[in-house]
């Protein structure tokens, strides 16, 4: 089977519906995000603080690079994952692109005490999300094959209807 690649904004979800994913698919599950961590061995805060955002992106991209040469994985990628062109083509290539969607007011309720995520740092509230968020609306929507709505829902939910998603696109044969 193909790799399924789960993107969105940060705090949509992708990590826990990637592990709901594996109660309905027998699937290996990579988390790019703790990839990067393991091989640089800090913390995404702290590579960000000490090596800077276009480090961060360059192991981001190397790491996709690797991981998108095995098949049969849900890959959970960092939110800002489509930002690179490259990343979309290598997704592409060998996968099918999930894109977990969420309001602003979503995603504030559940990262406003976050302080694992650097680009979070001094947001007050849903309108420095939306902004944020309508930043990078284009390069998602490009990004996704099959979009699902996070809100309102249990991640259970939602693995499930990617996972009728994908059967409809043939994406699981
Ligand atoms: C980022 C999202 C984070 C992480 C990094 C940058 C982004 O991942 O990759 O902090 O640019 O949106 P999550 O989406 O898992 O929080």
Redesign the pocket.
Known sequence: MKNIYLV?????G??TVAKALQKFLPIERV???EA?ERVETIT??EI?AKKG?DY?RNA?STLLGIISKQNNQIV??????V?RQENIDIMKENGTIVLLSASAKTVWNR?AN?T?????KGKNGPKDIEE?INN?EEMYKKAADITVCVDDVTPDQVASDIVKQLALTGALN
């Open positions: 969105g904004f940060m705090g949509t992708k990590s988390d790019l995000d990067i995404i805060n960000f955002e961060f981001e959970s990628c960092g939110g800002g994952v930002l990262v976050d694992y995520r650097p680009l979070l944020m990078r």
